[in-house]
């Protein structure tokens, strides 16, 4: 599975990178926003930084605006994924873009039928927003199943791209079902890391170390 992510915060995308856990980073309109900076400055600090897809997202809401915005992103780096949102307009220029010879991320998908759609459209990547679905009470997994299940019946070649994903659960459970890419935010990948017994297993070991009265260097 490829870990994306979800972040513009140029230092903590670095921490992860520097550990090999980095296959791209996806950004949004809030995630800009938070990290204060520039849109343009901030995509090609990242897109340098990582070998892999970095998703950069458009803010025109027709078609022809969005294919523009599009270029002008795509013209950052290589490595740019133009990121459109799941609207009719988003479909059109998913289309114009991906036949350009763009990466395309197609985005706030919330439903299978959208995520066909973007298929049929030449999207990259589809990105099902796993915690929002959740949020209203409905099963964002649920969601990456059905979407992998068509994906494969029918041999598309987008890549499902698990995103809003929240908590380590909702890690474990995009990788199980099969989720091409999952984008997360740094401190849920971090926290794949921990569990208590790790925890607990080591403070015996460090007890029983120090009785030893030994030293390794
Ligand atoms: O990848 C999409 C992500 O940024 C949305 O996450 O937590 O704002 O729903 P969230």
Request: aromatic share 6%.
């Amino acid at each position: 599975m490829k870990f994306f992510v979800d972040t513009a915060e140029v230092d903590q995308i670095k921490e992860l990178n520097d550990l090999g856990m980095v296959d791209g980073v996806t950004t949004n309109p809030s995630l800009i926003l938070k990290s204060g900076r520039d849109i343009l400055e901030v995509t090609r600090e990242i897109a340098d930084m990582v070998d892999g897809p970095v998703s950069a997202e458009v803010v025109a809401l027709e078609a022809d605006a969005m294919i523009e915005e599009g270029r002008k992103l795509a013209q950052i780096a290589g490595n740019i994924a133009v990121k459109v949102p799941l609207t009719w307009a988003g479909l059109k220029a998913c289309k114009v873009l991906s036949d350009e010879g763009n990466m395309v991320n197609v985005t706030l998908c919330f439903s299978a039928n959208q995520a066909l759609l973007a298929a049929k459209a030449g999207a990259t990547f589809i990105s099902p927003f796993v915690g929002r679905l959740d949020d209203i009470n409905l099963d964002g997994m649920e969601l990456i199943s059905d979407i992998r299940q068509i994906y494969d019946n029918y041999g598309y070649e987008t890549q499902i791209l698990a995103a809003s994903i929240r908590t380590v659960n909702h890690a474990c459970q995009a990788a199980l079902i099969g989720a091409d890419v999952m984008t997360a935010p740094p401190g849920v990948i971090k926290k794949m890391a921990d569990h208590p017994l790790t925890d607990a297993g080591l403070e015996q070991f460090m007890k029983d170390w120090a009785k030893t009265g030994q030293k390794i260097v």
